[in-house]
């Protein structure tokens, strides 16, 4: 029934509540589980900028980016890449850490960081990838955006062509 799975994550509480039902749905049905990192392109673009704090190596900080005389008073904000960078390592990391528990586990993963607006890379990686079934947390992201536009898993349920199973955030897979 199922032969490839998607766990598109982010690394939050809501993203992890989802896990344990993609391991065993894949586990169940010797599936392979396609865990994909989506880079928010709206989270590049930023008026702040991450600086190494001094005498530490990998820590960083967020400070005021100075504008230069091309960007003052244009009221747009400019896109960091030094942000996509250090979002592109998150996402290679925590979705290699990931894969290696799911082989560890005795499942097929793979691991896929990926750039754009999060619903429709999730739906088109599904479409694009033979995708049985999606899984994902109903909780990622909190505050205002959530209220005002809806969340990605929303968007997701409401787009996609490949079934959604969605898991609460309080979901546990040993209480089913």
Known sequence: MYNNI???????SGA????????????NYDATLHILFVIDAEHIETGM???KQTGEDDRRVTG??????ETAGAGSMSRNEDIAELL???GHQLTDEIASRLIEEGCEATAV????DPPRVITEYAETNDIDLITMGTHGRRGIKRRLIGSV???VVRTSEVP?????????????
């Open 6 to 12: 998607l766990y598109p994550t982010d690394g939050s």
């Open 16 to 27: 992890n509540a989802a896990f344990e039902y993609a391991l065993d749905l894949a586990t």
């Open 49 to 51: 900028t991450p600086r």
């Open 64 to 69: 005021m980016m100075k504008r230069d005389e």
């Open 88 to 90: 592109e390592r998150r």
């Open 113 to 116: 960081v990926e750039k754009g």
């Open 153 to 155: 898993t929303e968007n």
């Open 164 to 176: 959604v199973m969605t898991v609460r955030l309080d979901g546990d897979a040993s209480k089913r």
